[in-house]
């Protein structure tokens, strides 16, 4: 019985990250993205640490933890200090309408469901069902992250994109290796500094963060 009310916990925190993500595709605020993004965060590690709980999955309370400081609190405070050093938290239009974007959505969320049902029979965990929302969230990342022109949303869907597999992984087989995650939460890190050193470049080079721009580079 305990775990069944566990299993409702997960399923309905799955159901968020989906809605976080389709809230995503929708905001136009770099701020607000950051934001969303933070709160995506949160869910994944309530719902890691409630699944290491039901299932004794011990190693998930550190994958948990660490999501809680990098996703959390980390990286969406470094967001911030650059919006607020580069003055980019304007409404940003997206290459394609967000009502198109929001149905070319809803075609990806049903294609994941369809692709992720055979998988997630063969799957042995009690969390499978989450399965195909995982590769949704997934989706729907990618498509927030290519029909944005400015770099920092760009890189929020990439990260976005970084949760869903993570919480696909956690569905699948119940994480990755410590090890493993730990060596990717780094990478993660890393790469979001040097992202960060890279938009200060764009900005003193062309005045913007709109990523049409590197486009001149190519005509030279």
Do not use: C
Request: proline residues 3%; glycine residues 6%; aromatic residues 10%.
């Amino acid at each position: 019985m305990a775990l069944s009310y566990t299993l409702q916990v997960v399923n309905l925190l799955a159901a968020l990250l989906l809605l976080i993500a389709f809230a995503m595709l929708s905001q136009r605020r770099i701020a607000g993205l950051v934001t969303l993004f933070a709160w995506q965060g949160g869910a994944l590690a309530a719902s890691t640490a409630i699944v290491a709980w039901s299932t004794g999955q011990h190693h998930l309370y550190y994958s948990a933890v660490l999501t809680v400081v990098l996703k959390v609190v980390a990286m969406p405070w470094y967001f911030f200090r650059l919006i607020k050093r580069l003055d980019v938290d304007r409404e940003v239009e997206p290459m394609i309408n967000i009502p198109t974007t929001m149905l070319i959505g809803i075609v990806l969320v049903i294609f994941a469901f369809n692709l992720a049902l055979p998988i997630s029979q063969m799957a042995g965990t009690v969390t499978r069902s989450t399965l195909g929302i995982a590769m949704a969230s997934v989706l729907l990342a990618f498509l927030m992250m290519i029909t944005r022109s400015k770099a920092i949303p760009q890189v929020i869907g990439f990260l976005a994109m970084e949760n869903g597999l993570f919480f696909a992984a956690t569905s699948a087989s119940y994480g990755m290796p410590l090890v493993v995650e730990m060596g990717v939460a780094l990478d993660v890190l890393v790469g979001v500094f040097v992202l960060g050193i890279f938009f200060f470049q764009i900005r003193e080079t062309f005045d913007s963060l709109d990523l049409k721009h590197m486009e001149k580079l190519k005509e030279r």
